[in-house]
Each structure stands twice: as structure tokens, then as C-alpha cells.
């Protein structure tokens, strides 16, 4: 679990310069011998999954979703999406910005890790995430492991996933796990702790991937009007906790696999991508 002694300064110069560390190196992935999602060549590194020898604590994790895709989203690569570079370097910085006791060893540095919704090590990890969920198609088997874990009291944040079809598939998925009609989905409203729990984030940032950034010149609506507005979204259980977190129209994750590529991206997008989910992990991990 997540242990808490006390938390960092707000955000502000002094943060900026921690984060001016602009390199960020990569651990070696521990092979696995599974390949489940599956045929993917690894051309960045092959996922890491939790065994008894990687997975040598209790601390904090950051646990990755590994899913099927049924269907593809322009700039987008399934669960995959930004990995593994961002799972490490938001490790780091939850470990510098805050004191979170994190999980982690000299040898490796911060463990990070990939399950899959039918891996019996699914419930160590009482915060999960997933990317590019505008392609994601759950199984039967894999709606119910997944409704069983966020009731029992897991947590959910995804991610990078733009305009109106994306959204309308993710819909659809989340509503096998859970039925909208009793878990409805709802805008956070500006005043949820999830905003304040370390840092006050006034705006729900819109981050592009970088690529699309360089591309267009500047932008950072990834589907032109049609994502123009990015979202915090929410589904919580009848006690009123949260256990799904969507930001829509926005990849909060690029901010952190990227902070070391550009001057210019890192300084408008990282500190807030860092903020927002410095707060969402302090939240889940103390609600």
C-alpha cells in the first residue's frame, strides 16, 4: 500500500526545478515468458509483469492495464500507449514531489508493472490504469474481474482517449463492467478534493501527444472541435467513493513520457500533467 508521511510544497518554481531533470532513464524490463496481449513485437521494452521476483514489496506500484483492442483510434497504440516511459517517469516524480514511499529497489529503480484483468495479482494493485480505452473490448470473464475489483474497492484512472467515438466505445465497455443506469457517469465538479489533494489544479489540462503537437504547429485538440474540451469524468459506488476516473480529450501521460524530449513541451505540459496525477494517485491511494 501507498504510506503517506507528509506531503511536498505546491507547485511553483521550486517544483519546476526538480522537474527540469530532463533526462529519464529507463530501466531494463524483466522478461516474462507470457506474451498474452499478444504478438506485440517490443519495440520499446517487453511488459513487466509482477512475479515473486519483481514484485519484492507493498509499496506503492504504478499497474498498467494490458487489453485487447477491437478497433484503432488515429496516433494511438492499444494499452501500450505510452509506455513504458511514462509509468517510470511518473514513478520518479510521485517519489521526488512527494513522500510517498513508493515501490522500488537500486537495482532496478521503480517498479512498474503490467497485469492483465485475469491475473490473479490484478487485486495487489489497488490503483490501476489504462490508455487509448477507445479500443479496449472486455470480455465477459474480463468485465466481471474487473466489476469485482473496483467494488471491492480498487481504482481505475484512464486515459488518452479523444473525440466522440472513442468515448461512445469506452461507454459501452465500462457499461459491461458497470451498468450505467446504477453506476451513472459524471463530470467532477470544479470543488472535488481530487483537485486539492496536494496541488490546486484550477483546469482539467489539455495535453496532446507530442507528435500531434509538433504537427500541427502548436495544437492541442487532437480531434479539432469535436475534442476540443477536455474532461475529468467519474463513476462512483452507492457509499459515493470513486472508483473510475476518465479524463477524455486530453493524454495527461504524454506529459510524463515526454518531458525529456522538447524544452517548449516540457514547461507548458508537464508540471500540470504531473499535478493532476500526483493528486488523483494521493486520492485513490487515501480514499
Known sequence: MLRVRRFAGLMGAGVLAVLGIFTAAVPAAAQNPRDPIRDWEFWRAPPRY???ETRRDRYFSFARVAYRSVRWEPGGQGWRTDYPNADVNFMRRLAELTTAVVS?????????FVVELDDPRLFEFPFIFMSDVGTVGFSPEEARRLREYL????????????GDRAWEQWVHEIGKV?????YPIFDLPPDHPIFHSLYDVERVPQIPS????RRSGG???ER???????HL??????????????SHNTDIADGWEREGEEYEFFYRFSPDAYALAINIVLYAMTH
Open 50 to 52: 509482477p512475479t515473486p
Open 104 to 112: 522500488g529497489d537500486d537495482e532496478e529503480g521503480f517498479h512498474h
Open 224 to 230: 479539432g472541435a469535436e475534442s476540443a474540451v477536455p
Open 210 to 213: 507530442i507528435q500531434f503537437w
Open 151 to 162: 467494488l471491492r474497492g480498487g481504482f481505475l484512472w484512464v486515459d488518452d482517449f479523444w
Open 233 to 246: 469524468r467519474g463513476i462512483a459506488d452507492h457509499s459515493g467513493r470513486l472508483m473510475v476516473l476518465m
Open 219 to 221: 495544437a492541442t485538440s
Open 178 to 182: 458497470l451498468p450505467l443506469s446504477e
